[in-house]
């Protein structure tokens, strides 16, 4: 039992969808629907259910709502996967330098002592990073 990806997953579920005009589908005709062989169509959906692999006349059209649940899973997860986070630019000119940065944000009060326990959020390490590549872009310029 490999591992399914979403574009494979996607694949045989078309290609079930297809053949679900059929009262029953074995992987013998999946396979001839598809076009490959039909022992790469078991070891590909023993993912779903082992007894593909050892079954041939495994009906296959039981396995199109689990290919769905694990497609609408896969698709989920990337989209909180996603997280976008966005600077403005005044955000960026708040501050001129690197120095300005880690004195406003990891400094206690105006004494100017580092505070080794500060946490920055990913808006404060998004932003460090911009302002590095500004700084590495001007002294490149020089």
């Known amino acids: 039992m490999g591992k399914m990806n979403l574009t494979l997953a996607r ?4 290609a079930l969808k297809k053949g679900q005009s059929q009262k029953y589908l074995n992987r013998d005709n999946l396979a001839k629907l598809i076009g490959v ?3 790469i169509v078991a070891l590909d959906l023993s993912f779903f ?4 692999n050892m079954d041939y006349d495994y009906d296959l059209l039981t396995l199109i709502p689990n290919i769905e649940n694990y497609i609408s899973n896969i698709v989920k ?3 909180k996967a996603k997280n976008n986070l966005h ?3 005044n955000e960026l ?3 001129a330098s690197i120095g300005e940065f880690v004195f406003t944000k990891m400094t206690i009060g105006a004494s100017g002592i580092v505070n080794k326990n500060v946490t920055l959020s990913d808006k404060d390490l998004l932003l ?3 302002l590095i590549l500004r700084e590495i872009k001007n002294r490149n310029k020089k």
Do not use: G
Not at 11 to 14: K, V
Not at 49 to 52: A, E, G, K, S
């Open 11 to 14: 694949r045989y579920l078309a």
């Open 37 to 39: 062989y039909s022992d």
């Open 49 to 52: 259910d082992p007894l593909v």
């Open 77 to 79: 997860q990337k989209s």
């Open 87 to 89: 600077l403005k630019r």
């Open 93 to 95: 000119d708040r501050y």
């Open 128 to 130: 460090l990073k911009k």
